[in-house]
C-alpha cells in the first residue's frame, strides 16, 4: 500500500487495523509513559524559567497533536531538556509573552520546513555535532540547577555560563543541607530505581517521596507552593499571540532557533525509534506535525514542544507500537493535571533539581563524546568547537559554526580524494591495474592523464595546478574523467582554462569517460567555445583513435 510522505501514520495504522491485544499494549505504555512525563514536564518548565503548569499543557496539547497527526508509530512529544537553553533566554530577553509569540511563529516554520521536504536534509546533520551540542546543552542544564540542588539563597542567577559558577562559589558557604540530601536522593534513585523495578520511574519514586518528607516533617526547603503558587487544574483558554511587524521582527531569530532545534530533535528521535522498532517514519509529516504542535502550544500558553527521545523509547520498551499509545499519554497527563494538581505545590525545588541532574548525565552521552575525542582531528574540531560554543556563547551560534566547519572539513576530505596520475604505456609496473588490458600502447605525442574523484571547487584548483605542470609538452593531452562522479561550476571553469591554457601552446585537449552528466553539464557551459565537439568522447578507445587521427593529420601537414 502507497502512501503520501505526509500522511500521518496515525492514518495508515487506522486503516490496517490494531488488534485488541495491541490496543491494550498502547493504553499500558501510554499510562506509563504519562506518569514518566509528569515530573520531566513540571521541571523542564521551571528550568525553562516559566511557570510549572506550562510544562503540563505542552506536554498535553503538543504531545497529543504530535502523536495523531505525526510520521512516526511511536514518538512521544512534549517539552525537552534540549529546549531549556534556548527557552531560557528568550523569557529573559523578550518575557513570557515573547516565548508565546516566537513559538507561535516557529510551529508555522516548521510546517513550511516540512511542506519544502527538508525533512530528509536535516538527516545530513554530522554526528560529531550533534553530540557537541548536546553535550553542551547537557553541561548547561546541570549547571542551571546548581542554585536548587545545593538551596543556595540567590534570588537572581546570571545566564552566562561563567558568571552563573562565579555567583555560585561565592554562596557556597550558605548551603542548605536539607534541600542537599534530597537532591542527592532523588539522583541516586532516578538513577539506579530501575533495578528493583523497570514499571516506575524513578523520578516518581523520588518526588513521592521527598514530597511526604518535607509535608509531613515541615522540612525548611523551597517548594513550587512557595516559588509558583498554585498549579491551575485544567488546560487555560486558547488565545492567538498579538503579532505586528516589530514584534515579528525582533523574535524571529529565537523562532528560527526554535524551529531549527524542533526540527533536529525531532527526526533525531524518529530515527532512533525506528531503529528500536525495524519500522519507517515519514520525516516531512513529522516536520508538520511539530510545527502544528507548537501552534497550538502557544495558542494555549504552553512551550516549545519536539519528539523526546527518552520518553519515546519508554513507549517503545513497554509495548507501545502506534500513534495511540502517544495520545493516551496526553490524556493520562490531563487527568493527572486535573485531579491532582493542588498537590504538585508541595514538590520541593531541590527534587526537581535531582531530576534534571539526571536528566543532564543521560543528555551528555559522555560515552560518545570521549569516542569521539579519539577519531580524526577534523570531527574532533567540530566536536569540540561546538560544545564550547554551546556552553559559552549560544546554542543557535554553535550550531552555525558547527556546520561551516563540518563543511569545511567535507571539503577538504574530498579535495584530498581527487587524485591526477599520468598513465604510462603497459610495461609499467601499474599498467595493468591502470589499463584493465584496454590499450597496448600510447602513441609518441600523446599524455594520458586520469582523474579520480568530484571535480568540485574544493579541488578545482588543485587538479589544476597538477594538469598545468606538466614536465613535457605533448601534442596531445588526454583527459581521462571515467572515474569522475560529478563536476560543478567551479570545476568546469578550471577544465575551460586549462584547455584554453593548452590551446595556447598548440596542445590539443581530449576529454575522455565523459558519462551523460557530465557531458550535459559542459555542454551548458559552452565547453565547445574552447574545444571541438569531435574531442569529448565518452571512452578511452575512441579518445585513442581521436589522438592518432590528429597526430596523422598534423604528421601528413608536415
Same mark, same amino acid.
Given at each position: 500500500?502507497?502512501?503520501?510522505?505526509?500522511?500521518? %501514520? !496515525?492514518?495508515?495504522?487506522?486503516?490496517?487495523?490494531?488488534?485488541?491485544? $495491541? !490496543?491494550?499494549?498502547?493504553?499500558?505504555? #501510554?499510562?506509563?509513559?504519562?506518569?514518566?512525563?509528569?515530573?520531566?514536564?513540571?521541571?523542564? @518548565?521551571?528550568?525553562?524559567?516559566?511557570?510549572?503548569? %506550562?510544562?503540563?499543557?505542552?506536554?498535553?496539547?503538543?504531545?497529543?497533536?504530535?502523536?495523531?497527526?505525526?510520521?512516526?508509530?511511536?514518538?512521544?512529544?512534549?517539552?525537552?531538556?534540549?529546549?531549556?537553553?534556548?527557552?531560557?533566554?528568550?523569557?529573559?530577553?523578550?518575557?513570557?509573552?515573547?516565548?508565546?509569540?516566537?513559538?507561535?511563529?516557529?510551529?508555522?516554520?516548521?510546517?513550511?520546513? #516540512?511542506?519544502?521536504?527538508?525533512?530528509?536534509?536535516?538527516?545530513?546533520?554530522?554526528?560529531?555535532?550533534?553530540?557537541?551540542?548536546?553535550?553542551?546543552?547537557?553541561?548547561?542544564?546541570?549547571?542551571?540547577?546548581?542554585?536548587?540542588?545545593?538551596?543556595?539563597?540567590?534570588?537572581?542567577?546570571?545566564?552566562?555560563?561563567?558568571?552563573?559558577?562565579?555567583?555560585?562559589?561565592?554562596?557556597?558557604?550558605?548551603?542548605?543541607?536539607?534541600?542537599?540530601?534530597?537532591?542527592?536522593?532523588?539522583?541516586?534513585? #532516578?538513577?539506579?530505581?530501575?533495578?528493583?523495578? #523497570?514499571?516506575?520511574?524513578?523520578?516518581?519514586?523520588?518526588?513521592?517521596?521527598?514530597?511526604?518528607?518535607?509535608?509531613?516533617?515541615?522540612?525548611?526547603?523551597?517548594?513550587?507552593?512557595?516559588?509558583?503558587?498554585?498549579?491551575?487544574?485544567?488546560?487555560?483558554?486558547?488565545?492567538?499571540?498579538?503579532?505586528?511587524? =516589530?514584534?515579528?521582527?525582533?523574535?524571529?531569530?529565537?523562532?528560527?532557533?526554535?524551529?531549527?532545534?524542533?526540527?533536529?530533535?525531532?527526526?533525531?528521535?524518529?530515527?532512533?525509534?525506528?531503529?528500536?522498532?525495524?519500522?519507517?517514519?515519514?520525516?516531512?509529516?513529522?516536520?508538520?506535525?511539530?510545527?502544528?504542535?507548537?501552534?497550538?502550544?502557544?495558542?494555549?500558553?504552553?512551550?516549545?514542544?519536539?519528539?523526546?527521545?527518552?520518553?519515546?523509547?519508554?513507549?517503545?520498551?513497554?509495548?507501545?507500537?502506534?500513534?495511540?499509545?502517544?495520545?493516551?499519554?496526553?490524556?493520562?497527563?490531563?487527568?493527572?493535571?486535573?485531579?491532582?494538581?493542588?498537590?504538585?505545590?508541595?514538590?520541593?525545588?531541590?527534587?526537581?533539581?535531582?531530576?534534571?541532574?539526571?536528566?543532564?548525565?543521560?543528555?551528555?552521552?559522555?560515552?560518545?563524546?570521549?569516542?569521539?575525542?579519539?577519531?580524526? %582531528?577534523?570531527?574532533?574540531?567540530?566536536?569540540?568547537?561546538?560544545?564550547?560554543?554551546?556552553?559559552?556563547?549560544?546554542?543557535?551560534?554553535?550550531?552555525?559554526?558547527?556546520?561551516?566547519?563540518?563543511?569545511? @572539513?567535507?571539503?577538504?576530505?574530498?579535495?584530498?580524494?581527487?587524485?591526477?596520475?599520468?598513465?604510462?604505456?603497459?610495461?609499467?609496473?601499474?599498467?595493468?591495474?591502470?589499463?584493465?588490458? =584496454?590499450?597496448?600502447?600510447?602513441?609518441?605525442?600523446?599524455?594520458?592523464?586520469?582523474?579520480?574523484?568530484?571535480?568540485?571547487?574544493?579541488?578545482?584548483?588543485?587538479?589544476?595546478?597538477?594538469?598545468?605542470?606538466?614536465? $613535457?609538452?605533448? %601534442?596531445?593531452?588526454?583527459?581521462?574523467?571515467?572515474?569522475?562522479?560529478?563536476?560543478?561550476?567551479?570545476?568546469?571553469?578550471?577544465?575551460?582554462?586549462?584547455?584554453?591554457?593548452?590551446?595556447?601552446?598548440?596542445?590539443?585537449?581530449?576529454?575522455?569517460?565523459?558519462?551523460?552528466?557530465?557531458?550535459?553539464?559542459?555542454?551548458?557551459?559552452?565547453?565547445?567555445?574552447?574545444?571541438?565537439?569531435?574531442?569529448?568522447?565518452?571512452?578511452?578507445?575512441?579518445?585513442?583513435?581521436?589522438?592518432?587521427?590528429?597526430?596523422?593529420?598534423?604528421?601528413?601537414?608536415?
Amino acid at each position: 500500500m502507497k502512501h503520501n510522505q505526509f500522511t500521518p %501514520k !496515525l492514518f495508515s495504522v487506522l486503516k490496517e487495523g490494531i488488534t485488541r491485544e $495491541q !490496543l491494550i499494549r498502547d493504553l499500558v505504555a #501510554g499510562l506509563i509513559v504519562g506518569v514518566v512525563a509528569l515530573p520531566l514536564a513540571i521541571a523542564f @518548565a521551571i528550568a525553562s524559567g516559566v511557570s510549572p503548569e %506550562k510544562g503540563l499543557v505542552t506536554a498535553i496539547v503538543a504531545g497529543a497533536i504530535i502523536s495523531a497527526f505525526g510520521g512516526s508509530r511511536v514518538q512521544i512529544g512534549g517539552p525537552t531538556g534540549a529546549f531549556i537553553v534556548i527557552v531560557y533566554a528568550i523569557v529573559q530577553d523578550h518575557g513570557v509573552a515573547g516565548l508565546t509569540i516566537a513559538t507561535f511563529i516557529a510551529g508555522f516554520l516548521i510546517i513550511i520546513m #516540512g511542506i519544502a521536504r527538508m525533512g530528509n536534509l536535516l538527516k545530513y546533520i554530522p554526528y560529531p555535532l550533534i553530540v557537541g551540542f548536546t553535550s553542551g546543552i547537557a553541561v548547561i542544564i546541570f549547571s542551571s540547577q546548581i542554585k536548587d540542588f545545593f538551596g543556595l539563597p540567590i534570588e537572581s542567577v546570571p545566564a552566562d555560563f561563567v558568571a552563573k559558577w562565579v555567583v555560585y562559589l561565592q554562596h557556597m558557604d550558605e548551603v542548605n543541607w536539607i534541600s542537599f540530601v534530597i537532591a542527592l536522593s532523588t539522583v541516586l534513585i #532516578g538513577l539506579y530505581f530501575h533495578k528493583v523495578t #523497570g514499571k516506575v520511574p524513578g523520578s516518581l519514586v523520588a518526588i513521592i517521596l521527598s514530597t511526604l518528607a518535607v509535608s509531613v516533617f515541615d522540612l525548611p526547603v523551597a517548594t513550587i507552593g512557595s516559588v509558583y503558587g498554585e498549579i491551575p487544574r485544567g488546560l487555560p483558554a486558547p488565545a492567538i499571540p498579538s503579532l505586528s511587524y =516589530e514584534t515579528i521582527k525582533q523574535l524571529i531569530q529565537p523562532a528560527i532557533a526554535i524551529a531549527l532545534l524542533g526540527g533536529i530533535e525531532s527526526l533525531l528521535s524518529a530515527v532512533v525509534a525506528d531503529g528500536m522498532t525495524g519500522s519507517r517514519h515519514r520525516s516531512n509529516a513529522e516536520l508538520v506535525a511539530q510545527g502544528a504542535a507548537n501552534i497550538m502550544s502557544a495558542l494555549f500558553g504552553g512551550i516549545p514542544a519536539t519528539g523526546a527521545i527518552a520518553r519515546t523509547a519508554t513507549n517503545i520498551r513497554n509495548g507501545g507500537r502506534t500513534p495511540l499509545a502517544g495520545i493516551f499519554h496526553a490524556l493520562v497527563l490531563l487527568l493527572i493535571m486535573v485531579s491532582l494538581a493542588p498537590y504538585a505545590r508541595l514538590i520541593p525545588m531541590a527534587c526537581l533539581a535531582g531530576i534534571l541532574v539526571v536528566v543532564a548525565y543521560h543528555m551528555s552521552e559522555w560515552h560518545n563524546f570521549v569516542s569521539l575525542l579519539k577519531s580524526n %582531528k577534523m570531527d574532533v574540531a567540530v566536536l569540540l568547537v561546538t560544545f564550547f560554543l554551546t556552553v559559552l556563547l549560544d546554542l543557535i551560534v554553535a550550531i552555525e559554526v558547527g556546520m561551516i566547519l563540518a563543511g569545511f @572539513a567535507f571539503m577538504k576530505r574530498m579535495s584530498d580524494s581527487v587524485s591526477v596520475e599520468k598513465l604510462e604505456t603497459p610495461g609499467d609496473e601499474n599498467s595493468e591495474q591502470l589499463f584493465e588490458q =584496454e590499450l597496448s600502447t600510447i602513441p609518441k605525442g600523446v599524455v594520458l592523464y586520469e582523474v579520480k574523484g568530484a571535480l568540485f571547487f574544493g579541488a578545482a584548483q588543485q587538479f589544476q595546478d597538477t594538469i598545468r605542470s606538466l614536465e $613535457q609538452k605533448p %601534442k596531445i593531452l588526454i583527459l581521462r574523467l571515467r572515474s569522475v562522479p560529478f563536476i560543478d561550476a567551479t570545476g568546469i571553469y578550471r577544465l575551460k582554462e586549462i584547455i584554453r591554457h593548452f590551446n595556447q601552446q598548440n596542445v590539443t585537449t581530449i576529454l575522455s569517460g565523459v558519462n551523460e552528466n557530465i557531458r550535459n553539464d559542459l555542454e551548458k557551459a559552452d565547453i565547445y567555445s574552447v574545444m571541438a565537439p569531435k574531442n569529448l568522447l565518452s571512452h578511452i578507445d575512441y579518445a585513442m583513435a581521436r589522438a592518432r587521427e590528429l597526430l596523422g593529420n598534423s604528421e601528413s601537414t608536415h
